[in-house]
């Protein structure tokens, strides 16, 4: 099912994952200190243009597979349609999945732990991973996936990393819950791409 570099690129992804869940000595030196260095360091002038792209990650990741659905239906494309089971499909795992690693972690949030980092957004839930980053990453993932075509990639991986770096910015992640999220959506994108496509059904390039 999965290639000698499937594996190897996986491995890679979760070994990190598991390396930000439980930074140690230096790395947990880094990880406060880029923070700080991002959210103190930041343009307020820019805050309310950071809060809208982190605030764009959850409702992106549903309008997606919604939108790849109408698609489908209006125009009778199969193969739309297939894609758009296997992004709703694996944003919802991926969804379950986050959340389960948030609450059995319950890692606190960086600003419930050091009064130097301002909170700019909401954030209440457990701190570990970042939830917006995982939503984000996942759905580029999912769609670079399916369609692989520069002109899908670049836009939503810019978007992504737009997200991912605006919950630093806005001081609700640590940059090692950032790190973890893009790790997590990107080895849950992979891994429902390949069930999807030598299990159930053959995805094609478009």
């Known amino acids: 099912m999965y290639s ?3 594996r ?7 070994m990190v994952f598991i390396l930000s869940m439980f930074p140690f000595g230096n790395m947990q030196v880094w990880d406060i200190g880029l923070l700080r260095s991002i959210n103190n360091g930041r343009n307020v002038a820019m805050d309310g243009v950071f809060r809208m792209i982190t605030d764009s990650a ?3 990741a549903i309008f997606i597979p919604v939108a790849l659905f109408v698609y489908a239906f209006l ?7 297939q894609i758009a089971v296997y992004s709703a499909l ?5 969804s379950i999945t986050d959340t389960g690693i948030k609450h059995m972690v ?19 839930s457990p701190s570990f991973p970042s939830g917006h980053t995982t939503d984000a990453f996942v759905t580029a993932a999912v769609l670079s996936l399916a369609f692989r075509k520069w002109y899908v990639i670049v836009p939503v991986y810019l978007w992504a990393l737009l997200v991912a770096y605006s919950r630093m910015d806005l001081g609700v992640h640590y940059p090692s819950d950032v790190l973890a999220g893009m790790c997590l959506g990107t080895v849950m994108a992979f891994i429902g791409y390949r069930i999807w496509h030598s299990r159930i059904f053959i995805i094609k390039e478009l």
């Open 4 to 6: 000698t570099r499937d």
């Open 8 to 14: 190897c690129i996986i491995s890679i992804l979760v």
């Open 58 to 60: 959850t409702p992106v």
């Open 75 to 81: 125009f009778k494309n199969k193969l739309t349609g």
């Open 90 to 94: 694996t944003l919802l795992v991926t």
């Open 106 to 124: 319950n890692k606190p949030r960086p600003f419930a732990t050091y009064d130097f980092i301002q909170k700019i957004t909401s954030g209440g």
